[in-house]
Nanobody, 124 residues
Framework: QVQLVESGGGLVQAGDSLRLSCAAS????????MGWFRQAPGKEREFVAA????????LYDDSVQGRFTISRDNAKNTVALQMNSLKPEDTAVYYC?????????????????WGQGTQVTVSS
């Protein structure tokens, strides 16, 4: 099993920045791809960003491309999501996810482990 714990959420104003972190523990050697998803009230959980095992490949949803940056530190078993130029429509609970696949993909089914989520609220 792999445990994921997110941190860094909060209330910010439009245009501000926020950095989310995810700490992984347990059988971390069994996972390769890491990702971030978000879920707004009344909506499906949607893909935000993903990163490959060595950080060499990243994937972003079009809605965050150019504003968000995903990174990982394998020595510390952490993955981060730097969010800049935040918009009210970015408001959601953000979830960290870990998958066994070597290929990063945006589908929820590609990820085997999930964190509990951290709330991000962007006011206008």
């Amino acid at each position: 099993q792999v445990q994921l714990v997110e941190s860094g959420g909060g209330l910010v104003q439009a245009g501000d920045s926020l950095r989310l972190s995810c700490a992984a523990s347990g059988r971390t050697f069994s996972v390769n791809s890491m990702g971030w998803f978000r879920q707004a009230p009344g909506k499906e959980r949607e893909f935000v960003a993903a990163i490959s095992w060595n950080g060499g490949s990243t994937l972003y949803d079009d809605s965050v491309q150019g504003r968000f940056t995903i990174s990982r530190d394998n020595a510390k078993n952490t993955v981060a999501l730097q969010m800049n130029s935040l918009k009210p429509e970015d408001t959601a609970v953000y979830y960290c996810a870990a998958g066994k696949s070597w290929v990063i993909r945006p589908g929820r089914d590609e990820y085997n482990y999930w964190g509990q989520g951290t709330q991000v609220t962007v006011s206008s």
